[in-house]
């Protein structure tokens, strides 16, 4: 007789994660005891990584700036190694949004490791191994979605694949994630929205996924249950030009890290599996691209495990989503759902029409989602028909 396996799961997180308003000022002596010369990652502008730039002058670290402009790809992957090499700097750091913190996870991988970044790439690169840990990196976000400041891939776009794809490995885990929920004070609404809205997919899709463990339980619950309490008000209040909250923008800091430690440890489902190859297509801005996919994702799935699994355990954790983001114990699935539509709908999401996707791409894109890394740990495997219901419900107007 066979006997079933006992539980079993792995965490990884960086050696250090500090949270706490107004914590970034430790970024300049955190980075003189790691290195001499830091290479700063930042987004396209210097202003929300100056006081950052100005602790690690205060340390006598050297600094030299590399801007993401956009979403990176394997080229900006190369121009960040190249940067850092012509300075010789022995330390990244990296303070922005997803986009800057994953080129800077991949650039500090990199001249670690050498080579190419499609060496190490999955789906479109060979995909070898990284064998050493990267160079020393800080993770600092400015924005409060991704989570990639406690995860252990950074993603990378291939236009000449139309598609994004991850270097991951666990010693690309950040040396120190400095989570400051100051440095989120005068981010447009629709940034609030869009990274909100991506933290909030991050915490559901790892709750519901095939690979949930306790510990990823326990940040999924906490997380889910900040966001939904805050990220409403915290988008109204940009919207009216008031400063967020203090208490809000701690509630969208905390529950954007808990989501990126809860997809590193367990994974995530279909609105990720479809979110890459869209990124790689379009251009439209990751965190917007999930906040319209969680929705119809949510719907199908629900729709799916009950034609298919009726007793599935996934179908209880829809149960306690509807609770948690409600607030009500008795909420029903259909509660939830209604819940994150409202949500979606206050927070002004725009269908992925917005971004130049037409249903005439739904085809390609559904070949590409299947076999998305992402998709794995979606709590049923979805048919195309599935698949192409979800595509074409993230759509909205205009499609």
């Given at each position: 007789?066979?006997?079933a396996?006992g539980?079993?799961?792995?965490?990884a997180?960086?050696?250090?994660i500090?949270?706490?308003?107004?914590c970034?000022?430790?970024?300049?002596?955190?980075?003189?005891?790691l290195?001499?010369?830091?290479?700063?990652v930042?987004?396209?502008?210097?202003d929300?990584?100056?006081?950052?730039?100005?602790?690690?002058?205060?340390?006598?670290?050297?600094a030299?700036?590399?801007?993401?402009?956009?979403?990176?790809?394997?080229?900006?992957?190369?121009t960040?190694?190249?940067a850092?090499?012509?300075?010789?700097?022995?330390?990244?750091?990296?303070?922005?949004?997803?986009?800057?913190?994953?080129?800077?996870?991949?650039i500090?991988?990199?001249?670690?490791?050498?080579?190419?970044?499609?060496?190490?790439?999955?789906?479109?690169?060979r995909?070898q191994?990284?064998?050493?840990?990267?160079?020393?990196?800080?993770?600092?976000?400015?924005?409060?979605?991704?989570?990639?400041e406690?995860?252990?891939?950074?993603?990378?776009?291939?236009?000449?694949?139309?598609?994004?794809?991850?270097?991951?490995?666990?010693?690309?885990?950040?040396?120190?994630?400095?989570?400051?929920?100051?440095?989120?004070?005068?981010?447009?609404?629709?940034?609030?929205?869009?990274?909100?809205?991506?933290?909030?997919?991050?915490?559901?899709e790892?709750f519901?996924?095939?690979?949930?463990?306790?510990?990823?339980?326990?940040?999924?619950?906490?997380g889910?249950?900040?966001?939904?309490?805050a990220l409403?008000?915290?988008?109204?209040?940009?919207?009216?030009?008031?400063?967020?909250?203090?208490?809000?923008?701690?509630?969208?800091?905390?529950?954007?890290?808990?989501?990126?430690?809860?997809?590193?440890?367990a994974?995530?489902?279909?609105?990720?599996?479809?979110?890459a190859?869209?990124?790689?297509?379009f251009?439209?801005?990751?965190?917007a691209?999930?906040a319209?996919?969680?929705?119809?994702?949510?719907?199908?799935?629900?729709t799916?495990?009950?034609?298919?699994?009726?007793?599935?355990?996934a179908?209880?954790?829809?149960?306690?989503?509807?609770?948690?983001?409600s607030?009500?114990?008795?909420?029903?699935?259909?509660?939830?759902?209604?819940?994150?539509?409202?949500l979606?709908?206050?927070?002004?999401v725009?269908?992925?029409?917005?971004?130049?996707?037409r249903?005439?791409?739904?085809?390609?894109?559904?070949?590409k989602?299947?076999?998305?890394?992402?998709?794995?740990?979606?709590?049923?495997?979805?048919?195309?028909?599935?698949?192409?219901?979800?595509?074409?419900?993230?759509?909205?107007?205009?499609?």
């Amino acid at each position: 007789m066979s006997v079933a396996p006992g539980l079993a799961f792995e965490l990884a997180a960086p050696a250090r994660i500090v949270f706490g308003a107004g914590c970034a000022r430790e970024a300049g002596a955190i980075a003189a005891g790691l290195g001499r010369c830091a290479l700063v990652v930042t987004g396209k502008s210097l202003d929300r990584a100056g006081a950052v730039l100005e602790t690690l002058a205060a340390e006598g670290v050297g600094a030299t700036t590399f801007s993401v402009a956009a979403e990176p790809t394997v080229a900006t992957a190369r121009t960040g190694v190249a940067a850092a090499r012509a300075a010789s700097c022995d330390v990244v750091v990296a303070c922005g949004g997803g986009s800057t913190i994953d080129a800077g996870k991949a650039i500090a991988a990199l001249l670690a490791n050498g080579g190419d970044p499609l060496d190490y790439l999955e789906v479109v690169g060979r995909g070898q191994p990284l064998t050493r840990r990267s160079l020393p990196f800080i993770a600092i976000p400015t924005t409060a979605g991704t989570g990639s400041e406690v995860t252990k891939n950074a993603v990378l776009g291939s236009p000449e694949h139309g598609v994004k794809a991850s270097l991951r490995s666990p010693l690309m885990l950040p040396s120190v994630a400095l989570v400051d929920p100051d440095l989120l004070v005068g981010l447009p609404a629709d940034v609030i929205a869009s990274s909100g809205l991506d933290a909030l997919s991050q915490l559901i899709e790892p709750f519901v996924c095939s690979r949930a463990n306790p510990l990823t339980d326990g940040f999924a619950r906490e997380g889910i249950r900040r966001s939904a309490s805050a990220l409403r008000r915290a988008y109204t209040a940009a919207r009216l030009g008031v400063v967020v909250a203090p208490a809000d923008r701690e509630a969208l800091a905390l529950a954007s890290l808990l989501g990126g430690l809860s997809l590193a440890n367990a994974g995530l489902g279909a609105v990720h599996g479809f979110a890459a190859p869209i990124g790689g297509i379009f251009d439209a801005p990751h965190g917007a691209v999930c906040a319209a996919l969680l929705g119809p994702v949510m719907q199908i799935n629900v729709t799916a495990l009950r034609a298919r699994d009726p007793d599935s355990a996934a179908l209880a954790r829809y149960r306690e989503v509807a609770a948690l983001v409600s607030g009500q114990p008795s909420a029903t699935i259909e509660d939830g759902l209604e819940w994150v539509a409202a949500l979606c709908r206050a927070l002004d999401v725009p269908g992925l029409a917005r971004y130049g996707m037409r249903e005439s791409d739904v085809v390609a894109l559904v070949a590409k989602a299947r076999v998305a890394s992402s998709m794995k740990g979606n709590p049923i495997a979805l048919t195309d028909a599935e698949l192409t219901q979800i595509a074409i419900r993230a759509l909205g107007d205009g499609a």
